[in-house]
């Protein structure tokens, strides 16, 4: 159902490997609290984040940072954004969130809105569990997205 607000996915991106879940994680504890517009998927890499992408209004994305400094510090961005290239999107999937929003605008898949929380992580180990630091981080990105989603999504007045 298409609202005036225009309907909204959240995509968490990620893997098994330690604070990469952190995407995950956000769209586990978001799916029963979404508002109707909205929905949540978690994928495995970039080119499942392109596959999804298309045909939405409008992205929220969420993925793990290498840190640059102050590990389960949150960044919202929103896309096109310089400063993403620089935060280092960690990539333990493929292709990651940056060559996948780009290749979205070149195939005409890009939502006219996307904003991209970044979750500066500790540790991507094969087998361990999120951190206690990325938790943290999920906590505060699932408040910050509900946040958001209140207020009618990325770039809504």
């Not at 005036?4 to 968490?12: I, K």
């Not at 949540?40 to 290498?66: N, S, T």
């Amino acid at each position: 159902m298409t609202t005036a607000r225009g309907d909204v996915l959240v995509v968490g991106l990620g893997s098994p490997h330690g604070d990469d879940q952190v995407g995950w994680a956000v769209v586990e504890r978001l799916r029963p609290l979404l508002p109707p517009f909205a929905t949540a998927r978690a994928v495995g890499g970039g080119l499942d984040l392109l596959a999804c992408l298309e045909g939405q209004d409008a992205a929220i994305v969420v993925d793990a940072a290498a840190p640059s400094g102050r590990p389960g510090r949150v960044h919202v961005l929103d896309w096109p954004c310089p400063d993403l290239v620089a935060l280092r999107p960690l990539s333990t999937h493929g292709p990651g969130l940056v060559e996948a929003l780009r290749l979205a605008e070149v195939l005409g898949r890009l939502p006219r809105r996307v904003r991209i929380y970044a979750v500066e992580v500790v540790s991507v180990r094969p087998g361990a569990d999120l951190g206690p630091i990325a938790t943290g981080g999920v906590d505060a990105v699932t408040m910050a997205i509900l946040a958001d989603l209140a207020r009618g999504g990325p770039g809504a007045a």
